[in-house]
């Protein structure tokens, strides 16, 4: 009998990929505002916009026009957890924005991810579509763990059922909140593995 498998569910911005870092920057750059990675998520008086709306509407397009890659360590790593497990992208993007999303993983990460699924959940006044929440969808795609930098999305499928949920990241929207029953906090690829470890041997 072989190894057992996991099935992850991996979020992108910024957990794949370093967005805030570079989005912040690239914004005020092209609007000639002074937004903080303290204000990533601090509505459209923090990015000096007319209303939440144009907020997503901004960030939407750099997402289209700035290349963001991933660390060596995350290719590193997600390459060497596909050998073993299989994953999925579970991601609050629209789905306007699945073609630059599927080109950086065609050429970052090749054959690593089963599937990419867009929630919609960012910015969706901009998007125009509706949203999935990621507990429903990591109940649709039976996933064993969740991997997100935000403890709202974590909470969402510890809800639904599933029991492992690791927070990503040191983030000013994540570091000061209280972890829920079922979450751990990473910060290194590292972590991340050897929580696989911990779940497994918690199985047998």
């Known amino acids: ?3 057992e498998k996991l099935l992850w569910a991996i979020d992108f911005d910024d957990v794949i990929i370093p967005t805030a870092e570079v989005l912040v920057p690239a914004y005020n750059e092209r609007y000639g505002t002074s937004v903080q990675l303290e204000g990533y998520y601090g509505g459209a008086d923090a990015w000096n916009a007319p209303t939440p709306k144009d907020v997503g509407v901004r960030i939407n397009e750099l997402l289209r026009d700035v290349e963001i890659v991933p660390t060596d360590e995350t290719i590193e790593a997600l390459s060497h957890l596909a050998t073993m497990d299989e994953l999925h992208i579970v991601t609050g993007r629209p789905s306007s924005l699945e073609e630059p999303t599927h080109r950086m993983l065609k050429s ?4 690593v991810f089963t599937s990419v699924e867009f929630t919609n959940y960012s910015h969706s006044e901009a998007s125009g579509l509706g949203t999935r929440s990621k507990g429903d969808v990591c109940n649709e795609i039976g996933a064993d763990i969740l991997v997100d930098d935000h403890i709202a999305h974590g909470t969402s499928v510890l809800d639904s059922g599933l029991e ?3 927070v990503w990241g040191n983030y000013p929207w994540n570091r000061d909140q209280k972890l829920g029953r079922g979450m751990v906090r990473c910060i ?3 972590e991340v593995l050897r929580e696989r470890e911990r779940i497994l041997a918690g199985r047998k």
């Open 1 to 3: 009998m072989g190894q």
């Open 188 to 190: 290194r690829w590292g």
């Open 164 to 166: 492992e949920v690791i």
């Open 108 to 111: 970052h990460f090749p054959g």
